[in-house]
Every structure is written in structure tokens, then in C-alpha cells.
């Protein structure tokens, strides 16, 4: 209907003529004009004026009707489908190409199932028949009839590039990516001349700078040999393999010439497993005696002394043992024996002059711990008196001519070590998160390298342990076409059956990747490793002679100890070492040598150990490298405090009793001053568990909140010394039981370890004529007995609710593991301070000022405690001296 007829129906009666005749006409009119405009609109307009752009195409719009628009439509989609489809196939055909390729550089033929072997056989059908259907294209395009022009030429075919918009910021960007994804490794098969191409998000780019030669003769037949090739089938062929093996006879001919010897040789020469067997079969160990050999770790003094009784073919502590810390795996039949050079440290107290032993080998010399230092004088000394003895100083490392000059200008036996060369690959940037650089390493040689296993070197636990999560979780991403990587960790803390994992054979068509600490770097030969990376950092431990404070910290290596971890590599084939920072900063950056422990470290125990043998001349002690002044001085500070030494710095009687316990001097007060507090039972077991702290809670990724629960039910009110002590008797009220460790999450090896620990530690309290006796109801006296060995380490509420160090006025924190870690008490009493983020106590315990002055009135003063004894907030204390000793 109308609009003019829907108007006059609703017109009513009231209405005039006059009115509805005026609306009619005036409707008339609109009507007209818009038809007059419409017709118009049609007409084609020669004359358009300038800037009426907008204008023509909204008059371009008007001129489709509703028919034409419908028409019209259509066929636009069509077309632009059609386009669409092209390019789409265009797109999909290179990328079918692309996956296929990178499937058959990846993944070789024998590790496929049988479906994923139809796929690529599917695969490859599909890109055959899309490539022969643009042939036919190309061809039905090229053989087709072109209308003739007026002249009678054919018309050319046009170029479809001409046409083209240009190339996006986009695509630009995008085609950058691409091709920068396409991995060409660096370090390439020489043999082959192949270069390996891998599909990576991330990728590290090496730049091979140098390479250590080897020593292989016929280096031909060799390096043709894969370490799967040529495997060493008996003992036998294995030790003739070894580099030392064709100097035996000149090396036992310079031993019995000379009665010291400096050994210089490669890790792996065979210089700590053969050397003790060659003296045996000398004759050596006639009389009884005994071929010593020094491990500056117990992991090492372990595992070298599980592999030279294999080869002999004797029993584990018969003919060949070891006795590190807290365990003794020796006999009267041991003739080759291995320990720490802290065990050997100790045994000069009960034999100072080494009488049962016809040849003392100082092994891993270049490592510089404390105790070696302290060997070399003291070995040095008895080598003046005892003609008989044989010395012999094995390094790894060129420091061989600073040794022979302090022993007097001995000579120097040089052992070549490395039998294949290794090429060394830095980077082409610094690399800003190490660890993660280290997983896309171990993925880039995995997928592009030849066999071989790799050694990756990281600083501690909590770096192997995110490094072990990273690279799971990517080879699970990747799937199941990555041949099998297995990874192993290995440091401290690991329970010795896991890290005897990294010495089993890898099956084959594996790979195996080892993530260790520097522990592996000197002291340990794992074999078939052929790939390092070395990111060039390591854990060190250091003394802070002025505030007191000892704090383990992350460092760069040396260029000794780069070399060192380099030379892992060509020991079963040539090798390559992958750093992870630049060749600048290698000759730059990097100092040439570690300093040594001696100088970064306190000297309490050591100068414990140095009175007890009746050296009293610190000083003037022969030194390889003296250790500072302020180091030595405050050791004897602390042991005068402690009651060890006199105002003449002379050992006294409960100093004498000290000696005897293989602790750290405050640890061993202790234990002593437990009898005074009847509580030497309890004691004893702190004590255990304190020196296996570190590896007791169990603590997995997947279990957190478990974990964590299991041990707030394990403490209790006082602190963390007592949490231990908690820990300790449950386990011993549940018969020691395995499944007990299992639900608390506690780590059963660490208990089994410190109950041995506590037996000996019980037997050396007898030695020295302790009486045993428990207060275990009581648990006051326990903390004092704490307190009279630990008074140095104390530390007080400040009025900003922060804690510092009771002398020192150092800042610091109470760890967050610790069961006080909620709560504030006014004075604590910590075993130790670790430094990573921020200055840490660990295993802290809540005492009173008072006791303070009952068990250390010669360290503290009434004025500096009667604060916090009158129930005030602690004053800002130190101002009476910088030390507060009387």
C-alpha cells in the first residue's frame, strides 16, 4: 500500500477538502522529483570537475541496481577464489617440499614405523603429482593459440612480475626468518663435506677459532674409526690404549733415578690408574708397604679406586682401597691406596713422618685446594729425611715448571694425553642466558652430529636440575623421530647409584649427555665423550676476611681450566669443544690461571691441623703460594676464641682434643662442650646430619607442595638444629626403615650416610674420652652446647626488622627452608652463610643473649647484650671495635 493511500484511509472526518488536497499535491511533487533525479543519474556526464573523485564514485555506486549487483557478486567471488586457490597452491606445494626434506635430513629411514613411513611415501606421491600438474599448466599455457594482431605478430605473453605489487615490510620481514632458520652447522663432517641443515626456533652460531692437535700416529686409520667402530674389548687392550702406555718402562726408570718427579699429562692419559699399577708390579709394595695417591674429591677417590681394583682383578678394599671423610674402604692387605688429601692431611697426626708408605703420588696437583697446599710443604719437609721415599707431583695443566721449582728444581715427566685433536668452536655473540644456550647446543649436535656422547659443564645442582627439566621437556616437544637422548646429571649431592649411571656403556643408536659440575673437568674420564660445551662459568667458593662472611659464588674459569674441559673431547675420537662466550673474551676476559684455594678461603681447620703437627711458624711455613694475612691472622683469632690456642698461640689441651675430630674447628667445640651440657648424644647426631645437610630433604619438580608439607611436619619449636635432630630419631624409631624415607621424602642414602658418619663421630668422642650421655627432654642445654662452638656466627633483630651479624654488623637473611623463617626472634645462632641472591643463614636456631655470656664471656661484653636482656629492641652494636675481642 501507499504512502498516499495509507494517508487518506486514516484521514477522520474532521479533516477539510482544502488540507487533503494540499498533501496530495505536495506528495505529487516529491514523487516526481525523485523520478526526474533517478532518470538523471543515468545519463553519462562528459565533463567532471576536479576533486569530484568522491562524488563520481558514490555515482558509479548508484548506477547498480539491485539485478546488476547480483550479478555482479558472484562472479568477483569466483575470480577471487580462483586467485586464492593459486597462490594457496603455490604455498602448499613449497611447503610439502620443505617438510619432506627436512624429514629426510632429520630422521634417517631404519628409526621409522611403518606409519610414519606411509606418510612419507604418501607425502612424496602428492608433491609428484602437484608438480607434474604444473607442467601440464605450463605446457597447455606455453602451446596455446594467441590471436594475431593487425600486423600479423603474435601477442607477446605478458610478465606476470611486471604486475605485481611490491613486497610488504611483511613479507619482508617474514622471508628474513625463514631463511634465517635454515641452520648451516658449523662444525661439518671433514669426511664428507656435508653440511647438516636443521629446522630450528633458536640456533647458536660457532666460529671454529683453533685446534689442539693429537697424538694419534697413523691418524688415517684412526679417524676413520667411529667409537663405535673400534671398541676396546678387554682390560688388557684398554690399558695398552692408553697414552701412558708406551712410556711405562722410561717413567719407572725416572722414578727410581730421581725421588721426585713432576708428571705433567693430559686428563685421561691413564697417569691415576697406571701409575700406582706399574709401581706395584715393580715391586713397590714389597715389605708391606703402601703406594699412596691423593684425590682433592671423594667422588673420584671412589670411582679411581672401583676401577683399578677391576683391572687387577682384586676385591674393592683388599688390595686396592680407599678412606675418604667418615669411611674407610681399606684392609690390612691394601697395598695401592686412594683417599682425599684431606684423609692423608689428617693421617700425619698419627704417622708424621709416612712411615708404612714407599710412594706418595700428589694427583690433580693443579687443582690448588687448601689441603693440596698444605701437602706440598708438609711432603716436601719429609722428603729431606726420608731418602727412601718417592714423591711423585702429577698436573694436568702447564703449572709443571712452578712445581718442580718449589721442590728444588725436580724434574719434569711430560706425558702426551690427547691421542685425537679437538677443534674448538666459540660463538659469534655473547650469549645472554647460558643454560638455555646449552640445551639448543645439546639438540643442535644431537640432530646434526655424528655419534658420540656429550659432557656439558654447568656450576651446581640447581643448574643441572633446570637444565635437565629444559632439554625433557623439548625432546618430548620434538617427538619420537630424535633418536634416544638419554641425560644423566652428576654432582655432590646425587646418591652415589645415579651417578654411577654416567660410566655404563650408551646402547646403541642412543646418545648420552652429561650434565656435571666441574667435578667432571679433571677428576673424572667419562668414556666416548666427543662433544663438550663449555659455557665458562664454575662455583667458587670464597673468604671474605673482613666481614667474616664465606659465600660460594659464581665465577668465570681460567683459560687452564677451559683448556682442561676442552681436552675431555679427544680421548675416543676427534673431539669438539663448543664455548659459549666469545674468542675475546676468551684472551681477554678470562685469567690465566685459578687462584688458588689457599688465598679464597678460611684457614680455620688447617691451622688447627698445622698446630697439632707442632708447626708453629705459620708465617714462615713453606708455602707454594702463601695465603693473605688477614686470612691467617683471623684463624688464629677464631682459635683463640674458641679455647684452641693460648695468648703464646700454642695448641692447647682442648685445642689437642679438637685436632682429633675431622670437622671444622667450631663444629668439634661442639661436639667437646656437649659433655659439659650432658647432651653429647644429641649433639653427636646434629653433627651427622650437618655434614650431609645438603642432600637429606627430597625435594622433586612434580611433587612440590608434598614435599614441602612432609617437612613443616618435621619441625619443631627451637630451630632447624634441632628439625635435624627430629628427622634423625623418627627414622631410627622406625628401624632405619627405607619406606619411611620414601613417604617423608627424604633421601634415604643421606640418613644411611649420616648414621655412619654419627658411629665414627661417636668412636672419635670415645678416643678422646668423652662421656655419651643424652638430654634428650631438654632441649636448652642442647642449644647452649650449639652455642659454645658457634658463638662466632650470631646474629641479632635490628630495629628494621632486618638481621645482622652480632660483631660484623652485616646484614643478612634467614633462608626460606629454614622452620624460623616465619618467625622473628630477637637473637639466632646459623651454621652457615650462603651467598645467592642476598647473604643467607642457613640452619639457623633461636637462642638467648645470656648464654652468650656463659659460653663466650671472653668474646662478648655485658654492654653489647644488656639490651636485649632488659627486654628493649636491640641497638646497633660494633662501635666499641672492629672485632670485640678482649
Known amino acids: 500500500m501507499s504512502k498516499y493511500s495509507k494517508r487518506k484511509s486514516s484521514s477522520d472526518d474532521s479533516d477539510s477538502e482544502e488540507e487533503r488536497r494540499k498533501v496530495d499535491i505536495k506528495e505529487r511533487d516529491e514523487f516526481a522529483k525523485r523520478l526526474k533525479e533517478k532518470d538523471e543519474s543515468k545519463v553519462r556526464k562528459i565533463a567532471v570537475p576536479a576533486g569530484s573523485g568522491a562524488v563520481e564514485a558514490a555515482k558509479r555506486l548508484k548506477l547498480m541496481d539491485d539485478v546488476a549487483r547480483e550479478d555482479l557478486i558472484p562472479k568477483l567471488r569466483v575470480e577471487s577464489r580462483r586467485m586464492y586457490l593459486a597462490k594457496r597452491k603455490e604455498d602448499k606445494v613449497q611447503e610439502l617440499e620443505a617438510d619432506i626434506v627436512d624429514d629426510e635430513y632429520l630422521f634417517d629411514e631404519g628409526i621409522l614405523t611403518e606409519a610414519e613411513k606411509r606418510d612419507r611415501a604418501h607425502k612424496k606421491q602428492v608433491l609428484q603429482l602437484a608438480k607434474e600438474h604444473e607442467k601440464a599448466r605450463e605446457l597447455e599455457r606455453i602451446q596455446r593459440y594467441r590471436m594475431p594482431l593487425q600486423d600479423g605478430k603474435i601477442e607477446p605473453e605478458q610478465d606476470i612480475t611486471e604486475n605485481e605489487p611490491p613486497q610488504s615490510e611483511q613479507s619482508k620481514w617474514e622471508s628474513d626468518q625463514m631463511s634465517s632458520a635454515v641452520f648451516k652447522f658449523g662444525a661439518k663432517d671433514k669426511k664428507a663435506q656435508q653440511e647438516y641443515e636443521l629446522l630450528l626456533d633458536d640456533e647458536i652460531e660457532f666460529v671454529q677459532a683453533l685446534q689442539m692437535p693429537g697424538i694419534v700416529k697413523d691418524k688415517k686409520k684412526e679417524s676413520s674409526q667411529t667409537p663405535q667402530a673400534k671398541v676396546l674389548t678387554t682390560i688388557e687392550e684398554t690399558q695398552k690404549s692408553l697414552p701412558i702406555y708406551p712410556f711405562k718402562k722410561d717413567l719407572i726408570a725416572a722414578i727410581r733415578d730421581h725421588q721426585v718427579l713432576i708428571i705433567e699429562g693430559e686428563t685421561g692419559s691413564g697417569k691415576t690408574t697406571q701409575i700406582p699399577q706399574y709401581l706395584y708390579e715393580a715391586g713397590y709394595t714389597d715389605g708391606d708397604k703402601i703406594i699412596g695417591c691423593t684425590q682433592p674429591r671423594r667422588v673420584a677417590a671412589m670411582s679411581v679406586a672401583a676401577r683399578v681394583a677391576h683391572e687387577m682383578a682384586v676385591k674393592l678394599g683388599n688390595e686396592v682401597g680407599y678412606a675418604i671423610r667418615f669411611e674407610d674402604c681399606t684392609s690390612q692387605r691394601t697395598r695401592i691406596k686412594y683417599m682425599t688429601d684431606g684423609t692423608l692431611h689428617r693421617e700425619f697426626l698419627s704417622e708424621p713422618d709416612l712411615a708404612s708408605y714407599s710412594v706418595m703420588i700428589i694427583d690433580e696437583a693443579h687443582e690448588r685446594t687448601l689441603h693440596t697446599d698444605i701437602l706440598f710443604g708438609l711432603v716436601k719437609d719429609i722428603t729431606k729425611f726420608r731418602s727412601d721415599l718417592k714423591l711423585l707431583i702429577s698436573s694436568a695443566t702447564l703449572d709443571a715448571t712452578k712445581f718442580s721449582e718449589f721442590f728444588d728444581d725436580a724434574p719434569i715427566f711430560r706425558i702426551p694425553g690427547r691421542r685425537f685433536p679437538v677443534d674448538i668452536y666459540y660463538t659469534k655473540a655473547p650469549e645472554a642466558d647460558y643454560i638455555d644456550a646449552c640445551v639448543v647446543s645439546i639438540l643442535q649436535i644431537h640432530a646434526t652430529q655424528p655419534h658420540g656422547d656429550i659432557l656439558v659443564f654447568l656450576t651446581g645442582q640447581d643448574e643441572i636440575e633446570t637444565c635437565q627439566e629444559m632439554l625433557q621437556e623439548r625432546v618430548r616437544r620434538l617427538g619420537s623421530k630424535l633418536s634416544e637422548l638419554i641425560i644423566l646429571p652428576v654432582y655432590a649431592n646425587l646418591p652415589s647409584d645415579m651417578q654411577a649411571r654416567i660410566f655404563m656403556p650408551t646402547p646403541i643408536g642412543a646418545r648420552k649427555v652429561v650434565l656435571a659440575t666441574n667435578i667432571a673437568e679433571t677428576s673424572l674420564t667419562i668414556d666416548n665423550i666427543v662433544y663438550v660445551i663449555d659455557p665458562g662459568f664454575a662455583k667458587q667458593n670464597n673468604f671474605n676476611s673482613r666481614t667474616g662472611m664465606e659465600s660460594l659464588m659464581v665465577v668465570p674459569i681460567s683459560k687452564a681450566s677451559a683448556n ?39 684457614l680455620g681447620n688447617a691451622v688447627l691441623t698445622l698446630k697439632a703437627l707442632g708447626i708453629n711458624d705459620l708465617v714462615h711455613f713453606d ?50 662442650a656437649s659433655e659439659k651440657y650432658r647432651c653429647s648424644e644429641e649433639i653427636a647426631t646434629i653433627a651427622a646430619m650437618l655434614s650431609v645437610n ?84 631438654e632441649t636448652i642445654n642442647i642449644r647452649k652446647a650449639i652455642t659454645a662452638g658457634y658463638f662466632y656466627h650470631v646474629a641479632r633483630l635490628s630495629k628494621g626488622g632486618n638481621y645482622k651479624t652480632a660483631k660484623h654488623n652485616q646484614t643478612v637473611s634467614i633462608h626460606p627452608n629454614s622452620s624460623l623463617f616465619q618467625e622473628l626472634p630477637r637473637w639466632l645462632l646459623y651454621h652457615e652463610l650462603v651467598f645467592t641472591t642476598k647473604e643467607f643463614m642457613r640452619q639457623v636456631t633461636e637462642i638467648e643473649s645470656k648464654w652468650l655470656l656463659e659460653v663466650a664471656p671472653h668474646y662478648y661484653k655485658p654492654k653489647e647484650l644488656e639490651d636485649s636482656t632488659n627486654k628493649k629492641m636491640p641497638k646497633e652494636i660494633g662501635r666499641s671495635g672492629p672485632d670485640g675481642t678482649n
Not at 680421548?571 to 685459578?594: M, Q, S
Not at 674458641?642 to 682429633?660: I, Q, Y
Not at 635432630?725 to 632405619?736: A, K, P, R
Not at 642414602?749 to 634428650?776: T, Y
Request: charged share 25%; with cysteine; net charge positive.
Open 564 to 602: 682442561q674441559r676442552a681436552g675431555r673431547a679427544g680421548r675416543v675420537a676427534p673431539g669438539k669443544c663448543f664455548r659459549l662466550y666469545t674468542a675475546w673474551a676468551y684472551k681477554h676476559e678470562l685469567e690465566d690461571n685459578t687462584v688458588p684455594e689457599i688465598q679464597r678461603i678460611n
Open 694 to 777: 645438603g642432600a637429606i630433604f627430597y625435594r622433586p619438580k612434580d611433587k612440590l607442595i608434598h614435599a614441602d608439607t612432609a617437612r613443616k611436619n618435621f619441625h619443631v619449636p627451637g630451630g632447624d638444629h634441632l628439625t635435624l635432630l627430629n628427622v634423625y630419631n623418627q627414622w631410627q624409631q622406625c628401624d632405619f626403615s627405607t619406606h619411611w624415607c620414601y613417604e617423608n621424602f627424604i633421601q634415604h642414602r643421606s640418613m644411611k650416610r649420616a648414621r655412619d658418619v654419627r658411629d665414627q663421630l661417636v668412636g672419635l668422642m670415645q678416643r678422646v674420652e668423652m662421656d655419651l650421655v643424652s638430654g634428650i627432654t
Open 623 to 672: 708455602f707454594l703460594d702463601p695465603p693473605p694475612h688477614e686470612t691467617l691472622v683471623l684463624a688464629l683469632e677464631q682459635l683463640y676464641a674458641l679455647g684452641a690456642l693460648n695468648h703464646h698461640g700454642e695448641l692447647t689441651k682442648l685445642g689437642r682434643r679438637m685436632a682429633e675430630f675431622p670437622l671444622d674447628p667450631m663444629m668439634a667445640k661442639m661436639l667437646i
